[in-house]
């Protein structure tokens, strides 16, 4: 448990000003929340952290002034890890994106929220190795194009919700393809190319009712590899 990790506590409570409490709940739910640090959580901070929990499940990295290295280092480490927030973390690429696509297939939830040099290459990756992604937030991401949120459309099947608001390339193609998402809540806010009908298309998406919720892990098998994608079609 990461509470009997003398390097970990260390880090959290004298270099970070955690409480015991704060340990505690954390370390019980394998969640680290580092977003009300800012600037104080460096790259080096985050690949000890990585180093010695390799349990952790789920962090919020929002505001931190990392790069790729501590995605990269985070993703080799803990490759358990489901969710990821990541907003406003304007260092970061594709590459750091792309190491979690790579290694950590229990991925359900990321969010990119203005993490500006995010392009297709980084969401397509995404959908070919985390087929249990539900939740992704890629708000005002630029260069996102309707080619990334296709192949999301085909390779998350439990896809639950997407926030595509103020990215400027998304049009309809990308919304006719969401529509084939049974589980799925579309957001698009301002600033697309996305016309009336796209519009329309998404209350019709947003309104209809939704299937009973998929089985927690459905697409793994019962080891660690992801099922193949093609059991859902």
């Not at 990295?61 to 990269?72: F, K, M, P, S, Y």
């Not at 087929?131 to 260069?143: F, N, P, V």
């Not at 579309?186 to 209809?208: F, Y």
């Amino acid at each position: 448990m990461a509470t009997r990790n003398p390097i970990l506590l260390r880090i959290l409570t004298e270099d970070l000003g955690m409480s015991e409490n704060e340990v505690r709940d954390s370390a019980e739910s394998n969640t680290l929340i580092l977003s009300s640090y800012g600037e104080n959580i460096t790259d080096d901070i985050v690949i000890v952290i990585s180093e010695n929990w390799p349990e952790l499940a789920k962090i919020n990295l929002g505001g931190c002034r990392i790069t790729d290295t501590a995605l990269i280092a985070l993703a080799t480490n803990c490759a358990g890890l489901t969710k990821f927030n990541l907003n406003y973390c304007s260092n970061i690429t594709n590459a750091g994106v792309i190491a979690i696509a790579e290694n950590c297939a229990r991925l359900e939830a990321i969010s990119l929220y203005e993490c500006y040099s995010i392009t297709d290459a980084a969401i397509i990756a995404l959908a070919e190795g985390c087929a249990g992604l539900t939740t992704i937030d890629l708000e005002s991401c630029d260069h996102i194009t309707d080619a990334a949120v296709i192949a999301l459309a085909e390779g998350c099947a439990g896809l639950t919700t997407i926030d595509l608001s103020n990215c400027r390339n998304i049009t309809d193609a990308a919304i006719i393809a969401l529509a084939n998402c049974d589980y799925l809540l579309v957001w698009v806010h301002e600033d697309t190319k996305v016309t009336a009908t796209g519009r329309a298309l998404i209350k019709e998406i947003n309104s209809r009712p939704k299937p009973p919720p998929l089985e927690k892990g459905w697409w793994m098998d019962d080891g660690r590899e992801p099922r193949c994608k093609g059991m859902m079609n």
